[in-house]
């Protein structure tokens, strides 16, 4: 490869390591939100402007965990090797998840929207491990009870970590790739 097009490839991973560690950009908690991830104690996860608040929750074990949905549209709760199902708009739906572990999931409607369940210490097997979850009967009721905001017992997950880990990651692919080259 000719060493001017090495040069390019290099500074290309520099001017990405830089960017990555210079730029506050955030990692939303997907769909249309653009907030910063949030972290939440309870048994509720709301749904709203097509995002999940908290963004992970932590659980104790054998309590259900109501997902409510605050917008007009439907939200599914898809996880791997579990499924919540929809949960329609204005609606809400219990989930029990029986043993400790970190249970991920998303909405299949709004890509980028997705959230995590940490119930107990997390030491379980989740359900990668054949943890078991149980879709709760919803009530007849489509209209939610209110239910309190996490507000204040949020807490933001530090961006700029996530950024300078973006900006690693494409410096080095470009170094790799001129080192490779030569």
Known sequence: ???AVLRW?????????????STLATAGRGGGCHDDPTVAEGTTV??????????????????AITFVNRDKLPH???????????????????????EEGVYVYTCV?????????????????GPAGGGSVSIVQPKASKTPKPTPDPG??????PAAALGAIAGLVGGGVGFGLARRRR
């Not at 995002?51 to 309590?63: D, L, N, S, W």
């Open 1 to 3: 490869m000719r060493p």
């Open 76 to 98: 599914t709760v898809t996880g791997v090797g579990w499924d919540g199902g929809e949960v329609d708009g204005f609606a809400r739906k219990d989930v029990g998840f029986e």
């Open 109 to 125: 409607y709004h890509p980028g929207m997705s959230g995590a369940i940490v119930i107990g210490d997390a030491t379980g097997p």
């Open 46 to 63: 709301l749904m709203e402007r097509s995002c999940f608040v908290g963004t992970v929750t932590y659980a104790p074990v054998g309590e």
């Open 9 to 21: 490839i290099v500074v290309a991973g520099l001017l990405a390591a830089a960017m990555g560690t």
């Open 152 to 157: 204040p017992e949020s807490t933001p997950v």
